[in-house]
């Protein structure tokens, strides 16, 4: 397999996978590589449906915008557990095999929940993003802190999964994982919250084996094109009449430094593209 393999993963919901998943795939594409995606929410398939909607919409306006291939995943009808695992991680290996003969880099969007088959493709994961929502709540996944002398006091589950998958990968590709962790939707004002979480997860990523990278802040526009299968790397291109704001500005600059951070090879030398 040739390409590169970025899972998007955190078994909480809502976390902003997809969105980064979607911003992600688009600026790749943007750069001149080829990407395949693949969907393993079989149930929600979001970035599927993104996808979808970014077809109809070429269909639709006759505009030419850069596609990824994708694949979702496809449930099994097995009743047995054991089953429906082997035939799902056979399908999502058979997609992997599929995308990475052809592809530069291979998106994986993991359901928010613990599914077997998101653990499986953990595995793969040259490099694992997980966006998190500025919450202690959501933190507590990663690390469990004391609410007194606010240290860590032991992994979160997510964490404590992500190290024993890291040992399984080893064993199995005998490669590493490059987690990084990012925070998803901040506000623009500095509320105490937000505050304390800044000053947390820097300690945090030194002992839980992840390092922090820049997340996407809290703007309409990442969640205002899906119907459209747009993103704000899409606004500019010649055909598609949407006004470009100061907010809409931020928020590609946004993805481009998410980008720059994930160290991907050969990215950084191609950000002048999108
Ligand atoms: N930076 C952002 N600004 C504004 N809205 C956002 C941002 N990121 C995500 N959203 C919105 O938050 C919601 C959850 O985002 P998303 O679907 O990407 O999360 P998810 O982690 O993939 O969820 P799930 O676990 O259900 O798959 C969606 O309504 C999405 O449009
Ligand atoms: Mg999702």
């Excluded at 530069?104 to 993003?129: M, S, W």
Aim: charged fraction near 25%; proline fraction near 3%; hydrophobic fraction near 40%.
């Amino acid at each position: 397999m040739r390409s590169h393999v970025v899972v998007i993963g955190n078994e909480k919901g809502g976390s902003g996978k997809t969105t980064v998943a979607m911003h992600l795939a688009i600026g790749l594409l943007r750069m001149g590589f080829r990407v395949g995606c693949v969907d393993l929410d079989h149930r929600q398939q979001s970035l599927g449906r993104y996808l979808a909607n970014r077809l109809a919409w070429v269909e639709r306006s006759g505009v030419s915008l850069p596609m990824p291939s994708v694949v979702v995943v496809s449930p099994s009808n097995s009743d047995l557990r054991s089953e429906a695992l082997a035939e799902e991680t056979s399908g999502f290996n058979r997609a992997l095999a599929e995308l990475g003969g052809t592809c530069d880099f291979v998106v994986v969007d993991c359901p928010g929940a613990d599914a077997p088959l998101a653990r499986h493709a953990h595995t793969y994961a040259d490099t694992l993003i997980t966006p998190i929502n500025d919450s202690l709540l959501d933190l507590d996944l990663l690390g469990q802190l004391d609410p007194v002398t606010w240290e860590l006091k032991r992994a979160g589950i997510y964490s404590s999964l992500v190290w024993e998958l890291r040992q399984e990968r080893r064993k199995a590709h005998k490669s590493g994982i490059d987690w990084v962790v990012t925070r998803s939707r901040l506000s623009a004002l500095a509320d105490r919250n937000k505050i304390k979480l800044a000053e947390v997860l820097p300690q945090m990523q030194r002992v839980l084996g992840f390092r922090l990278a820049e997340g996407f802040g809290e703007r309409v526009i990442y969640r205002y094109m899906f119907l459209w299968g747009l993103t704000v790397l899409d606004l500019g291109q010649s055909g598609i009449a949407m006004e470009m704001t100061r907010s809409h500005q931020s928020a590609r600059e946004e993805v481009c430094s998410l980008l720059a951070n994930l160290w991907l090879p050969r990215v950084n030398e191609r950000l002048d593209r999108i």
